[in-house]
């Protein structure tokens, strides 16, 4: 596992990428806008958005925003796509 520390500043923008692991993006101020093709929204302060692997994505900050980025997996590794499972 591998956590980053993300800021951007407002409307600055995380070109297109993808990932060839899980990442977890955890939103610790202000708020991230992201695309990922097939559904777009906003994760704020305390909320979490997660990003599987090969999914095309990109992030957009309109006002200063900070994260933590947390890379699941390893390179070369087969990994599992996110599930949340509920416990009994």
Do not use: C, K
């Not at 995380?14 to 559904?39: K, S, Y």
């Amino acid at each position: 596992m591998r956590v980053v520390g993300l800021r951007l500043q407002p409307g600055q923008t995380v070109p297109e990428h993808r990932n060839a692991i899980p990442v977890a993006l955890i939103v610790t101020g202000g708020r991230l806008r992201f695309d990922d093709g097939a559904q777009s929204g906003e994760v704020g302060v305390g909320e979490m958005l997660l990003i599987n692997p090969g999914e095309r994505h990109t992030y957009r900050a309109d006002v200063a925003t900070s994260a933590y980025l947390v890379f699941a997996g390893l390179p070369g590794v087969r990994s599992r796509t996110w599930t949340l499972r509920r416990r009994t």
